[in-house]
Every structure is written in C-alpha cells, then in structure tokens.
C-alpha cells in the first residue's frame, strides 16, 4: 500500500485492522499535528468506482480510525502513529468517483465541544477543573507543567463549550491544549521550547553545524520571514484595586532586546511575583511569532508538533524553532510540511 515511496499506511477501524482491505482503494492520506489551539485532523481518501465505500462499506460518524505510517529507508524500517481519531464527515465525489473520510482528534461523542454550559468552580486548583471537564469527556488528563497549578479564585463559564472555556483558560494563564489519543494534555511551551532539538536543518549548500544531530537534507522549498510590528522589549504590569489598595506592578524585559516598545498591561494581579509571571507571559504571547517559517520536505514521519529542529546556514534566521504544525500527505509520494517559530531565548 502506497510503496512508492516505500511506505506503508496501516489503518484500524473500531480496533479491527482493515489495512489488507483498504490497500486496492487508498489514494491518499493527509494528517495534520497542530501543537495548541486546533484538535488534529486526518482525511482519507479512497476510490470508489464499484461504490462499496458510500454503501455496503461505507463507514459509521463516530466510529475511530486508529493510523500508523511505516516508513521504509536503505533496508532501515521507522513504524511512527499518526494517533487515534474519530470519523466526522464523509464525502462522496467525483468523476472518477471518490469517497473522502475525514476525522479528528476531538471526539464527537463526548459533549466537550458540542455543548453550551454555564458553571463556575471557586478557589479551585486549574489542574483540578482541568481533571473535571476531562473527566466528564471521558478523557485521560495529562497536566506536563513543572510547578505551577494556579489557584484560581473564581472560573466562570458561560454558556460556553467545555473545549472553547479550557483552551481560554489554560491561554490566561501562560498554558497550551492539546488533545489527542483520548488524553487531555495541558503544557507549558516555553518547557517545550527549552527542550533540545530533535533534528538540524542546514540550508542546502553549507555543511552541517553538529555532526551528531540527524539532518534534513530532503528539503524541497522554504520560506522565512522576521516581523517588526506587534513586538516589544518589555512589558510593565500595573494594577491597584480602587484608590486605598496598594500598587502592584513589575516589568520583564527580553533576555537581548535593547530596542523596541514596553507592552503596558492592566490585569488583576495579587502578588509582585504574580505581575512578574503576568508579564512574561503577555511578552511572550505578543512576541512568540516574530520569526516564524514554514518548510517542505520528501517525507519525515518523526516530524511532529512540538518538537524543536534547529536551523544553520541561514543568516540571522539560525538557531532553534519550534514546530507549531506538521502537515504529512501520502498519495504518489511523501510530503511533509511544518511551520515553525523561532524559540524564544530565557522567557
């Protein structure tokens, strides 16, 4: 199944492995890793001339696609899961007559994103309302965040989605979302940022700046590019709570930025430790795009959401990025696109 570029697609459906079956239909395959903010998505897409696929074999919304890639190499064999996902649209096309089956990561089933709730929880840790609206979804909740699990006075949802309420919850106070493999994951990025890089990428033409880490040298196209607007030096928290509360206030400035504005920010805070937290994180948010890219390569099935690669040879874009998507598309060959940004440095 689809060995032109020597790799293999192996497709469970309900946990019963239909990859054998699906091998004569099967034109293409498109996954996309988004790292926070989007659930994954899968599409398939299969020929159907005979029109087994939009009758007798056509399959059930809400039945699970379970997906694996094995990637063969110069004899070298990599088995990498795409993950587990859940049927939501089918689409038949043609001419030639197709069918495509689209999937994502976000069960449908559980009420998380298909249901307006009003409910609030008082002085409750976030890990906590965390664990409860995973819970209620049926979801493993995976906290990966190194000492920090705010108390949270008051949450508030209101008329909202479980999904759309976390996802502003965990954004409020520095946290990313993710959800896939029927876990809920909540994550710091900048911990992810911090991590080593998986891969380099030097640019074709110049040597490789540590022989010891696996290059990317199948790169197809690229783009890079470096923003001004919307990026500061600093931000200065301040806030008092009506005329006879004292001030709080604290400034973070970026590790090597010595041009630029101050981010001036008004939110409720408790602490000058708080208002520090407050204001690295709010740098962060505005300043966490400034460089970014987007890459194109024959197929790299270890490339995820993430993960960090690093850059050489590039100018004043070298150093460390973090991808944010990972897009792999099989059908007569194997692509696979990322975008990425630049890790920031200390914050």
């Known amino acids: 199944m689809m060995d032109a570029r020597r790799c293999l697609v192996m497709v469970s459906y309900n946990g019963k492995d239909i990859s054998a079956d699906l091998q004569q239909y ?30 007798a074999w056509m399959p059930k919304k809400g039945a699970t696609l379970d997906v694996s890639i094995r990637h063969i190499n110069a004899g070298a064999e990599q088995v990498v899961r795409f993950g587990l996902f859940e049927i939501d649209e089918i689409t038949s096309s043609g001419i030639p007559s197709e069918v495509q089956i689209k999937a994502i990561s976000v069960p449908d089933n559980n009420n998380l994103r298909g249901v307006e709730r009003t409910r609030s929880w008082e002085k409750a840790e976030l890990k906590r309302i965390a664990n409860d609206i995973a819970g209620g979804a049926g979801l493993e909740l995976y906290y990966d965040v190194k000492d920090y699990n705010p108390v949270i006075d008051r949450a508030e949802q209101s008329e909202q989605s479980d999904l759309s309420f976390l996802y502003q919850l965990c954004a409020d106070h520095g946290l990313a979302l993710k959800i896939c493999n029927n876990q809920l994951v909540i994550f710091d990025e900048a911990d992810y940022e911090a991590a080593d890089a998986v891969a380099q990428l030097p640019k074709p033409g110049t ?141």
């Open 26 to 55: 099967l034109k293409s395959v498109s996954y996309t890793d988004n790292m926070s903010g989007e659930a994954d998505d899968l599409q398939l897409t299969l020929e159907d001339k005979a029109g087994l696929w939009q009758s």
């Open 207 to 347: 040597i490789a700046a540590d022989a010891g880490l696996k290059s990317l040298d199948l790169l197809m196209s690229y783009s890079l590019s470096s923003k001004v607007r919307d990026v500061y030096k600093a931000c200065h928290v301040k806030y008092q709570e009506g005329k006879d509360k004292q001030k709080i206030e604290a400034t973070f400035a970026a590790p090597g930025k010595t041009t630029g504005k101050t981010l001036e920010v008004n939110e409720q805070v408790t602490s000058i430790a708080d208002a520090e937290r407050l204001a690295k994180k709010k740098l962060r948010e505005k300043n966490s795009a400034e460089i970014s890219g987007t890459f194109t390569f024959v197929g790299y099935p270890e490339l995820a959401a993430a993960v960090n690669i690093m850059l050489s040879g590039f100018g004043v874009f070298d150093g460390k990025y973090i991808i944010i998507k990972a897009q792999h598309d099989i059908g007569s060959g194997y692509t696979t696109r990322i975008d990425v940004r630049r890790c920031l440095d200390g914050y």
